[in-house]
């Protein structure tokens, strides 16, 4: 008998080992949702679902956020750094030699041009504009507006120029600007806006990523930049990992009403 026969599989192992949440995992991985469309993707009853996303919480790897459209709705989305974490504790519970770090991500592919929405695309959408410009060194277009379009958050430039990356010559705008036009990608970043997106010709890649509005909270600006610093942080992971999809076949997001 080995050494390590005596100590079960680890907890990634265990969660990811039944179907129903593998396929929930992988839902989850490609855009954040709510039970109701978690529920139609997977057809799965509703009770069932919700057992097994209480379990993927438990274990970390899924994270809810309360809906700003509608607070009795809850959003359910893939915390992919810890999965990638939790990846590598399972193969060194294997052998020691399994270890593995996480893998940078990969350059981004050629993509078609990204479009990011927003409320206000005053800082949110206006961010993750600015950061795929930059990452993707121009092999990605990115575009950004708003449903209800307000000036540039001086606080959106000021964590964007500690990453070192200028948002001068960034200008809000209405989403009605980009009507008729094409896209590879849309990539909702609020609640509210995911509700009024107008659909955009080609059949583009429908995304939502729930990021709370960081200028919620009115106060000065001591008090809000903080949160802004949260919004830009998380928007530099999931971007990180989005462009390392780009031009897959990965990159394609069922959606369901």
Known sequence: MGSGAQSGPPPFARMAADPLRWRLLGELAHSDRRVRELVALVGQPQNLVS??????????????????????????RLDLGRCGQALAEAGAAVHPALRLAPAPPAPPLKGGPVLFLCTGNSARSQVAEAMVRVRAEGRVPAFSAGSQPKPLHPDAERVMAARGIEMAGQRSKHFSVFAGRRFSHVITLCDRVREVSPDFPGRPAYIHWSVPDPAASAGKQEDTHPGFESMAAE????????????GSAHTHVQEVS
């Open 51 to 76: 057992y097994h996303l209480g379990r993927l919480r438990a274990s970390g790897l899924v994270v809810a956020r309360r809906s700003s459209f509608d607070g009795r709705d809850t959003y359910y």
């Open 235 to 246: 928007l530099e992971t999931r971007i990180g990992f989005w462009l390392a999809t780009v």
